[in-house]
Structures are given as C-alpha cells and as structure tokens.
C-alpha cells in the first residue's frame, strides 16, 4: 500500500510539474507574439516586413549595376587568341618560268603544321555613346528610386486606412455594447412592469424583442472588428496569430496630421518626378541615336607566337617566333543617318508623350489638392456639428430617462430617443473617422506621404 501510494504522489508531481511548464511555455509564447502598435508605428512595421517592397528596392540595385556597366565599357578589352591547323598536303603555288627553272612550274610552299598564340587589345578612344548610355543609366537610378518611393507610399495609405478602420469598428462595437445594455436595462424594467401589470403583455415581448436584436447587432460589430484587425496584421505582414493592440485612439494627436499646409507644390509628388525624369531619358536618347551617326575610333594591339614546322612537335623552340603590331581603327557610318532617322522620329513621338502626360498628370494633381482640401475644410465642419448634436443628444436622453423611470415618459418614446443618440453616436463617430482619411488624403496630394 505505501508502495502505490508513493506511485501515485510520484505520478501527480510529474503531471503537475509538466502541467506548469506548458503554463510557463504558453505564457512566454503569448509574450513573444504580442505587438502593441501606434499608426506610425505600425506603418514602419509593414514597409520592413513586406516581401514585396524588399523585392522592389533590388531594382534600384539593378538600375545601379546598369551604371557600372556603362562605365566599364572604356576599359580596355583584353582578350587570348588561338589557331591551330595541320595540313598533310599544302596548296601548290604556280612559279612562272625563269624563276626557278626555264620552264613554269606548280610548287607546295609553307609547313604543315602552323599554329598561332597571341593576346588582342582593343581600346575605344571616341564613342559618344559610351557617355550617353551611363548618363541614362544613372537617370534610370533615378527613376527605380521614385517608383519605390511610389509603392511605399500606397502600402503606408493601405496600412494608415486600415488601422484606422480597426479604431472605427472597435468604437463601433463599444457603441453597440453600451446600446445592448440599454436595452437589456430596458427588457428588466419592462419584465418588472409586466409582472405587476401595468404594460400589457407585448410591449414587453417588444422590449424583449429590441434586446435580442441589440445582442445580434453587438456580435456583428465584434466580427467586423475582427475582420478589420485580421486586415492590419496582413498589411504589416505579421502572422495571424498575434495578439496585436493599437495603441492610438481615434481623438489620438498622432493621427492628427499637419493639417493644411501653405506649401501646395504639385512637383512634390512622386508621380510628376517620374515623369520629369522620363523627360529627361527621353532628350537623351534621342541624342543617343544621333550619335550613332558619328564615326567612333578605337586602338587595338597584338602580340603572338607563332609555330611552324612539318610536325606537331610544339617542344621545338627553334620554330617558335613571335611578332606583333598595333593601329588605330576608324569606324565612319554611310548609311547610319537613313536609319536613324526613323528611330529619331519614334524617339521624338515618345518624348511628346511623355510631356502631354506630364501636363496633364500636373493639372490631376492640382485638382486633387484643391478637391482634399475642400473635403478636409468640410470633413472638420462635420465633425465639429455632430460632436454638438451628440453632446445634445446625450441630454435629451438623460432628461426623458429620468421621465421614463418615474412614469411620466412612454417606453416607445424613449426608445424614439434611443435611436436619435444611436444615430447621433454613428454620425460622429463617422465625421471623426471622414477627417482623418480626408487629411491623409490631403497630406498624399501634396506629396507629404
């Protein structure tokens, strides 16, 4: 007997001491993937942890490896050269009379076996290209650095909307709540009421009736908050399982932003700067078609070894000689001009393009700037009207609930009451929610985010 129970103590410290360390691994776990994160925050999260913009600042890596291409084009091009060739019967040369003999005759002269080793230098001295394609590769630079500039912007708008959303869900939910208790109090009173029989029986199925909806309504804003939480950790690329907290509220100073600013230049955008750097590669390469119409002018070298003899015997050095020589090449087109004359007409087509886009990408711009200001004017309008009716509306309900309570007020006209602060609740929330997407969208049309 003390045997077994010694097993069994044994057996119960076991599976208590397992059962406190998965409590103590569970605990740790919930620590390491618990976030909690303001918008700002937020935002530099999800441009760290997004593949897609690591994959796209490669190609600003890629422009730059253009550049050091173009200029590695002047150095020297250095190159081995080979020829072997063994011939068992050599050609026969024709020796007129007189030369060798009275009579002409057709002699084999060479050795069978030749062979050549040698190193070809050429180095280019003029070619305008050179120097055109490098200036387009660093403008290209450019440009890969505006378009990443571009995508991160619109991540940090789909992260900024989203976080936002999350806060007016969450106040939507708190809203609903605290309208479920009302008409849970409401049920109550109404149950209390029935019992004594002073309201007939389906004014208080009704009120039962409003309290069952109100419950239902709660558990959709619970879900639609969730969806919207579920959305954040996807646009900061985070896993699903983290316990995430915003830390900012919707009257929180961070999602306030600079407001409206005196500086409404429409070349801080990232789109008219692409198109200003388009304008320029366009320019540049159309003189780079030019130039190759230009004549180009190279040095080239050589130096060898050559072998001959009747055999392969390379080992022989006594046939081995060298020799070498070196010039200048130059290169004059003839017929370059017929040519690129279509490619400069097709160049120049482009380029018109670009700055009729150009003109008109300036004048969305502006209209933008002045459409997000006018809703950011309005947005802030709203927001200060519904705040005061909310404010009102609160009183109202306060005064008639105090009525119901001692009997002078109807239940359904208190309920009337109810829907005006639910309403007046929403219409605030929502002018609060309508500023701050109408400021981000005001700060992106002048280039500030």
């Known amino acids: 007997m003390n045997i077994a129970l010694k097993e069994k103590i044994s057996v119960k410290r076991v599976v208590a001491i397992l059962l406190l360390l998965t409590i103590h691994a569970k605990a740790q776990q919930q620590n390491v993937s618990s976030l909690s994160l303001g918008i700002q925050q937020a935002i530099d999260m999800g441009l760290k942890n997004r593949f897609d913009v690591q994959s796209r600042r490669f190609n600003v890596g890629l422009s730059n490896s253009e550049v050091s291409k173009t200029k590695k084009e002047w150095i020297p091009e250095i190159s081995g050269v080979g020829n072997m060739r063994y011939s068992p019967q050599l050609q026969g040369t024709y020796v007129p009379a007189h030369f060798f003999s009275p009579d002409a005759m057709v002699i084999a002269l060479g050795a069978k076996s030749l062979a050549v080793f040698g190193l070809d230098l050429n180095q280019a001295i003029f070619r305008p290209g050179i120097t055109t394609d490098t200036k387009i590769a660093k403008r290209n630079v450019a440009l890969s650095e505006e378009r990443v500039k571009q995508d991160e912007n619109t991540i940090k708008e789909n992260i900024a909307f989203a976080y936002l959303n999350v806060l007016l869900k969450d106040l939507q939910a708190k809203i609903t709540a605290d309208e479920e208790q009302r008409y849970k109090e409401y049920a109550e009173i109404a149950s209390g009421k029935y019992k004594l029989g002073t309201i007939i029986e389906n004014d208080y199925l009704k009120a039962k009736l409003d309290y069952e909806n109100a419950k239902v309504e709660t558990q959709k804003a619970q879900q639609n908050y969730a969806l919207a939480l579920d959305n954040v950790k996807y646009q900061i690329n985070v896993p699903a399982e983290t316990q995430l907290v915003l830390t900012d509220t919707l009257n929180s ?10 500086k409404t230049d429409a070349n801080n955008r990232t789109e008219i700067k692409q198109l ?12 780079k078609t030019k130039q190759n119409a230009l004549p180009s002018l190279s040095f080239y070298a050589n130096y060898s070894q050559q072998f001959t003899y009747t055999n392969l015997d390379y080992s022989l050095k006594q046939w081995w000689t060298p020799f070498n020589y070196m010039g200048l090449r130059l290169n004059v087109p003839i017929t370059s001009n017929f040519k690129n004359a279509s490619s400069i007409h097709e160049q120049k087509i ?5 700055d009729l886009n150009l003109k008109q990408k300036i004048s969305d711009v502006n209209y933008e700037i002045q459409k997000t200001t006018t809703e950011l004017n309005n947005s802030q309008q709203n927001m200060q009207i519904t705040k005061s009716n909310y404010n009102l509306s609160k009183q109202i309900y306060e005064n008639q609930k105090q009525q119901q309570q001692v009997g002078s007020l109807q239940y359904t006209q208190l309920l009337e009451t109810n829907r005006s602060l639910n309403m007046a609740e929403q219409n605030y929330i929502k002018a609060v929610y309508d500023y701050l997407l109408s400021n981000i969208n005001y700060q992106k049309a002048i280039g500030n985010f």
């Open 253 to 262: 100073q961070n999602l306030t932003l600079n407001g409206l600013s005196s």
């Open 276 to 287: 200003q750097i388009q304008q320029e590669i366009n320019k540049m390469q159309i003189n």
């Open 350 to 354: 482009k380029a018109m393009q670009t």
